[in-house]
């Protein structure tokens, strides 16, 4: 009972841990691509396996204390994954008050203006702002997408829009998520941060992985369908933790 109590409650909390980092940030990930009524009986069935591992474990308590107790631990650890996970759903992924700025008006005025730089280049209007919280930045919205935190931008989102200067994007010094879809975009050179950890450019003519030495902390990459025609220039990238490169030239 305490072995398959181990068993059930670590793959558990490790399915959660996943769930709460790369399932949610990450657009490609299987959680990402599944409907949204599927969260609740999700959490329902991970309830109930979480109250089964804890009922085995506390049956094999009396054979294997040890295993026990580390089923339990990871149920009780697990759980409390499991209560984050619930209350962002039952709040719909909603920040908590005051985390995020859903208007311009604490915006630093240089960032207002670099801003309003890379609106105008796209063919657009503040005024077209949908403003987000982070974990939303892949969704598609009309106009562009942004996120601000206590004055600052720290998050990004054209899709089909024009972006011929990169430029003013690094006159945002808290800029740390930047995802271009479809922005015609071959050249990276002109974009220097090392504030961004997170660069999604799916759908341009980027063919070199070299023109992204601009942003040396990235941690979260996608280029898919671009121009790549090998992975050169990926190894200078050395916290990257996740990268997607499918649908280039080399890949195919």
Request: hydrophobic share 45%; with cysteine; net charge neutral.
């Given at each position: 009972?305490?072995?398959?109590?181990?068993?059930?409650?670590?793959?558990?909390?490790?399915?959660?841990?996943?769930?709460?980092?790369?399932g949610l940030t990450d657009p490609n990930s299987p959680?990402?691509?599944?409907?949204?009524?599927?969260?609740?009986?999700?959490?329902?069935?991970?309830?109930?396996?979480?109250?089964?591992?804890?009922?085995?474990?506390?049956?094999?308590?009396?054979?294997?204390?040890?295993?026990?107790?580390?089923?339990?631990?990871?149920?009780?650890?697990?759980?409390?994954?499991?209560?984050?996970?619930?209350?962002?759903?039952?709040?719909?992924?909603?920040?908590?008050?005051?985390?995020?700025?859903?208007?311009?008006?604490?915006?630093?005025?240089?960032?207002?203006?670099?801003?309003?730089?890379?609106?105008?280049?796209?063919?657009?209007?503040?005024?077209?702002?949908?403003?987000?919280?982070?974990?939303?930045?892949?969704?598609?919205?009309?106009?562009?997408?942004?996120?601000?935190?206590?004055?600052?931008?720290?998050?990004?989102?054209?899709?089909?829009?024009?972006?011929?200067?990169?430029?003013?994007?690094?006159?945002?010094?808290?800029?740390?998520?930047?995802?271009?879809?479809?922005?015609?975009?071959?050249?990276?050179?002109?974009?220097?941060?090392?504030?961004?950890?997170?660069?999604?450019?799916?759908?341009?003519?980027?063919?070199?992985?070299?023109?992204?030495?601009?942003?040396?902390?990235?941690?979260?990459?996608?280029?898919?369908?671009?121009?790549?025609?090998?992975?050169?220039?990926?190894?200078?990238?050395?916290?990257?933790?996740?990268?997607?490169?499918?649908?280039?030239?080399?890949?195919?």
């Open positions: 009972m305490a072995y398959k109590s181990l068993l059930l409650s670590f793959c558990l909390t490790a399915f959660l841990g996943y769930a709460l980092t790369v959680l990402k691509k599944m409907p949204e009524w599927t969260a609740i009986p999700m959490l329902v069935v991970l309830f109930a396996l979480y109250v089964l591992a804890a009922w085995w474990g506390f049956k094999g308590f009396g054979e294997h204390k040890i295993t026990a107790l580390l089923s339990l631990g990871f149920c009780a650890f697990g759980l409390g994954l499991y209560a984050l996970g619930f209350v962002m759903e039952i709040g719909n992924g909603k920040a908590t008050p005051g985390q995020f700025d859903y208007d311009f008006s604490r915006l630093d005025p240089a960032e207002q203006a670099a801003l309003a730089q890379i609106v105008q280049n796209a063919g657009l209007q503040i005024q077209d702002a949908t403003f987000s919280e982070y974990w939303r930045m892949a969704e598609e919205a009309a106009g562009f997408r942004i996120c601000v935190q206590k004055g600052h931008v720290i998050a990004l989102h054209f899709t089909g829009k024009p972006v011929p200067d990169l430029a003013p994007f690094s006159k945002l010094p808290q800029l740390s998520y930047l995802y271009l879809d479809n922005c015609g975009l071959n050249d990276m050179t002109a974009l220097h941060s090392e504030k961004i950890d997170r660069l999604e450019l799916p759908n341009n003519q980027i063919s070199d992985l070299n023109t992204l030495s601009g942003c040396p902390n990235l941690g979260w990459l996608t280029l898919r369908n671009n121009q790549l025609s090998s992975e050169a220039g990926i190894e200078k990238f050395t916290k990257l933790v996740s990268k997607d490169l499918r649908e280039n030239p080399f890949s195919k």
